[in-house]
């Protein structure tokens, strides 16, 4: 059974930092591209950051140089590192494991993130 258990979302003000945890468990983690999407209310979900197996990391333009994503082999668990937070990345974040030589994808259930003063 795969699970990807996110944690870590809240309440934070404009320039605050936050870190998001996913625990994946019920597949080869090192198979996987891991990534982190999120959706705001009356949008469409969109990517925020993924590291594939090899370590390549893409991002999404307007998080470039605020977020880093990680991930931890060892323990299967993948971070997202949030600094200089703005109102504009308030959205639900969502963890993900693409596996890289098929069409599986699976998905956490979601931590919100709230920026407001």
């Known amino acids: 059974q795969v699970q990807l258990v996110e944690s870590g979302g809240g309440l934070v003000q404009p320039g605050g930092s936050l870190t998001l945890s996913c625990k994946v468990s019920?597949?080869?983690?090192?198979?996987?591209?891991m990534g982190w999407y999120r959706r705001a209310p009356g949008t469409e979900r969109e990517l925020v950051a993924r590291?594939?197996?090899?370590?390549?990391?893409d991002y999404a333009d307007n998080v470039k140089g605020r977020f880093t994503i990680s991930r931890d082999g060892a323990n299967n668990m993948v971070y997202l590192h949030m600094n200089g937070l703005k109102p504009e990345d308030t959205a639900a974040y969502y963890c993900?494991?693409?596996?890289?030589?098929?069409?599986?994808?699976?998905w956490g259930q979601g931590t919100q993130v709230t920026v407001s003063s």
């Open positions: 993900s494991a693409e596996h890289e030589w098929s069409t599986d994808k699976y």
């Open positions: 019920g597949i080869i983690f090192s198979m996987h591209t």
């Open positions: 590291k594939n197996s090899a370590g390549t990391t």
